[in-house]
């Protein structure tokens, strides 16, 4: 135990060390805050949404009450959803940084909704945001390389190599217990503020636990990758250039490099490419017959087909109806977005396993619930909650059933925890 204190007296007398260190745990520190004062931000606002939909209700009520017609309700009246974030999101921010965690929608045709802001590809944001996992991924291996390029050629320049060796006790585990005592330290500096900050958070232990684990794996993949170096003989300059390099390759330009490939490799076309043909779609409907709109509706959707005919006048029913024909002639657009996106995620995640950078930033937004499978799984919810406003809504325009004020209230409720997929 002696040779252990020892080696963290030696360390803790470098003032260079022991500023690096100090550095590391003031950056961890201030990742962690920054991530929970966005995530902080995002939680207010999904706290503000239920006032503020009372208040928008209240007015729709007040303008369109004494009309009877269900349409006018499902035209005027926008319905929130919402995205929580997990407990362990701050640590990693992933798609909400670039993604809607909220979203106001109209019984109208969804895929313009969901995709009206879709006007760039976040998977072009490779760094993102100054959080924790930014912190591990790209800072982290920098001060691997400040303390553990010289270990043993700091010894050899200035003549204390031989008289060690002269010493009993083996060489290695010199070496060997002086790169532990940095490594944990390193380690320390990153992960007593994040456990403070989860354990703040109420994130569930086991979490803690695995976020400390992959923290733990990913400071021995490049401490290794510095004992490598300084197995081959170089001087102390040469050794803190080549691990630059290797973290410049492996951190940055690889990882981007590879983000292309798959991005040619996989071809998605833009989402607002899908809007515009829902769009289209519904602008044609304007100019064809009503009764080939209901006729294809009704092909689709038989359960209303006993509905009444349409007259003369203007019918909401006959709105809504052109409105999901126009959602149903790009639902193939939509699955093949969907697919080249989540083809493009798995190739992401399995680049993971070649390029720890990559695999560390997947795999804390995969716990966090921040990747894109979670950012999917928002629109599957919100998919889920707009087919159950259609439903409600077409009960009173296809069985012609007068809509009065306190129908409004009756619409359904969006539930981001139970909201499922609907069949296709």
């Given at each position: ?15 260079m ?16 805050a ?19 939909q ?8 007040a ?18 959803t919402w ?11 992933g ?19 969901i ?5 760039f590809?976040p ?20 001060f ?7 270990l043993?050629?700091?010894e050899t ?16 585990r010199?070496y ?7 490594g ?8 007593l ?23 733990a ?24 250039a080549?691990?630059a ?8 330009v690889?990882?981007?490099l ?37 006729a294809?509706f009704y092909?689709?959707?038989?359960e ?11 019918h ?38 070649l ?10 937004t995969?716990?966090a ?7 999917l799984?928002y ?27 306190d ?7 969006f539930?981001?925890e ?7």
């Open positions: 135990m002696s040779l252990w204190r020892y080696e963290l007296a030696l360390l803790l007398r470098s003032r060390a022991v500023a690096g260190l100090a550095l590391l745990a003031a950056l961890a520190v201030a990742s962690l920054s991530g929970l004062q966005r995530i902080d931000s995002q939680r207010q606002a999904i706290e503000r949404i239920a006032p503020l009372q208040q928008d209700l209240a007015a729709v009520v303008a369109h009450g004494d009309s009877t017609d269900a349409g006018h309700a499902a035209y005027y009246t926008f319905h929130p995205n929580p974030p997990s407990a362990l999101a701050f640590a990693a921010i798609m909400r940084d670039v993604a809607p965690y909220v979203l106001r929608i109209r019984a109208l045709g969804l895929e313009a909704q995709h009206d802001g879709d006007t590809n998977e072009l944001a490779l760094a993102g945001r100054f959080d924790y996992a930014f912190l591990l991924t790209f800072l982290l291996p920098l691997v390389v400040a303390l553990v390029h010289d043993r050629s700091a320049e200035s003549g204390r190599e031989r008289m060690l060796r002269s010493l009993p006790g083996s060489m290695a010199l060997l217990r002086r790169c532990a005592v940095r944990l330290a390193l380690l320390a500096c990153v992960a503020p994040f456990v403070g900050f989860a354990l703040h958070q109420q994130v569930p232990l086991s979490l803690v636990a695995a976020v400390v684990a992959a923290v794996a990913y400071l021995l993949f490049w401490i290794v990758l510095a004992l490598l170096v300084a197995r081959l003989g170089w001087s102390s300059t040469a050794n803190a080549s691990l390099t290797l973290w410049v390759a492996i951190a940055l690889l990882p981007t590879s983000h292309v490939a798959i991005e040619r490799t996989i071809r998605v076309d833009q989402g607002a490419e899908i809007a515009r043909a829902q769009r289209e779609q519904v602008n044609r409907a304007w100019d064809i017959p009503r009764e080939d709109t209901m294809r092909a689709r959707h038989p209303w087909s006993d509905s009444a005919p349409l007259g003369d006048e203007f909401y029913k006959w709105y809504l109806a052109f409105h999901q024909n126009g959602d149903e002639s790009v639902a193939a657009m939509a699955a093949a977005y969907r697919d080249g996106i989540e083809r493009r995620s798995a190739a992401a995640a399995r680049l993971g396993w390029l720890p950078p990559v695999g560390m930033q997947a795999l804390l995969r716990w619930d921040t990747d894109m499978q979670a950012h799984a629109q599957d919810r919100i998919r889920a909650y707009h087919a159950a406003l259609r439903r409600f809504y077409y009960g009173y325009l296809f069985r012609d059933r007068p809509f009065t004020g129908d409004y209230a009756r619409a359904p409720k539930d981001p139970h909201m499922t997929r609907p069949a296709r």
